[in-house]
DNA sequence: CGCAATGTTCGAAA
DNA sequence: TTTTCGAACATTGC
């Protein structure tokens, strides 16, 4: 489940059952999603600690504890899973147990996801670290602008679908959303990314921002229900245009699924307009 | 059996 | 040297 508005409602929702837990013990069925660390040296210094907060940086969760920060990425099939009876499942790599008794489950049946602890809470240092520091603006971000995304457009001739998923320019979006943006946009996906005008690189932010904001708003988006019962589902399933879509809803014309980076595209060559 | 899947990274090719 | 492209990661379900 992981675009910024799944994160998102992860994010939230963790912060209402664990904040103020304190970790007892730690387990690692699969230690391989901690990246930075050891395992030992993951679990020694998480023992004891209290979650005080829990933050968001575009993809990735941030668990924010009395002496250390724990940078949590999810990729493609992440979750975590708040129980109060220590069964753990199929799937699940890394346990953190609170003292008393609940525990929470980081759940990745693909086992992409990654975890980075850092023995500090200077958010500051940590930002500056890999691999927040890669994080490029989110689309609500104060800082973004016209003049932002242009000077990372000007050189790229990479279909601009390419270029948004790419999270070091933008942060955010990801394989649904970006086909949502581009589509209220009118912009084809293939459209190579250094020919866009300033209106278009404009609508691309207002429509970022617009879908990713009601997105959260929904709890984002739950489509194709992978294994397992218990999982946070949005609701912003109900309001995509063109993603898993046949007719446009628009000028109802058939949509097209192509492929564009490799990544399953859904696009109205009617309301998109194609490439010379 | 083959392919695609809400993501990112790494090596090879251009 | 820099940028792009596609395979790889690991597993499941259609």
Known sequence: MPELPEVETVRRTLATLVVGKTIADVSAPYPK??????????????I??????????GKFLIVVFTKCVLVSHLRMEGKYFYKTTPAIEKHEHVIFWFTDGSSLHYHDTR????MYLFPTRDMTLITQLEPLSQ???EP?????????????????????KTTLLDQKIMAGLGNIYVDEVL???????????KTLSDEQIALIITNAQTVLTKAIALGGTTIRSFTSAHDVSGRFQNELLVHTKTECP????????????????????NCQKPLT
């Open 33 to 46: 999603i901690i990246k930075n660390l050891s395992f030992s040296h993951f679990r020694g210094t998480l």
């Open 183 to 193: 589509f209220l946009s009118k912009i084809h996906p293939e459209t190579p990314t």
């Open 111 to 114: 086992k992409f996801g990654t």
């Open 48 to 57: 004891n600690e209290t979650i005080t907060d829990i933050k968001r940086k």
């Open 250 to 269: 628009v000028c109802q014309a058939k949509i097209k699924k192509i492929k564009v980076g490799g990544r399953g595209t859904y696009v109205c060559e």
């Open 135 to 137: 994080v490029g603006l």
């Open 140 to 160: 609500m971000d104060a800082n973004m602008n016209v003049a932002y995304l242009k000077a990372r457009f000007q050189k790229s001739t990479k279909a601009i």
